[in-house]
């Protein structure tokens, strides 16, 4: 896009911002964006300890401060979602209570899986390391790898799970 897509506006607000109000509003707390202060608009953050290697370390640094905090999980979302909406954020998180694997992953499935619309516990911490330290990136291939990950699959509208790449 030419820019950091998270500081782009939706409605007045940078999309960092919205995608925040979005999780907070569905029930999330504590809510923190994964990445550089200068992107994170007026999010509490938590820099990526594993900057210019995509998603999957931005998940690892996102579970890495749940275990930090004491939370059970991670609800893990791109911020170039300008349709989320709290409902699926709350569909996810309800769907997930009642649930208690140790390695579970509650994820967003539209037309296909979204796993940065999903809810990581704790418990993927261990094998997304070793996936990562191996040297995979993808996210899809890493959940695709680890047999122990349970995957509890949550239907969502497509809409509210699509991404922006063009302005």
Request: proline share 5%; hydrophobic share 50%.
């Amino acid at each position: 896009m030419g820019r950091a897509k998270a500081l782009i506006e939706i409605d007045g607000a940078p999309m960092v911002d919205r995608t925040a109000a979005v999780l907070s509003v569905g029930g999330c707390r504590p809510v923190v964006a994964i990445g550089p202060d200068h992107l994170t608009g007026g999010v509490a953050t938590v820099v990526d300890r594993f900057p210019g290697d995509g998603p999957l370390g931005a998940i690892i640094t996102a579970l890495e401060h749940a275990v930090l905090i004491g939370a059970d999980a991670a609800f893990v979302v791109a911020c170039d979602l300008p349709e989320l909406d709290a409902a699926t954020v709350a569909g996810l998180l309800d769907a997930r209570s009642a649930h208690h694997e140790r390695r579970l992953l509650t994820i967003a499935v539209a037309d296909r899986r979204e796993p940065l619309v999903a809810i990581w516990s704790t418990g993927c911490l261990a094998p997304l390391r070793i996936c990562f330290d191996a040297g995979e990136r993808s996210v899809y291939r890493a959940i695709d790898s680890m047999a122990e990950i349970v995957a509890l699959e949550v239907a969502v509208d497509a809409q509210r799970v699509r991404n922006v790449n063009t302005p």
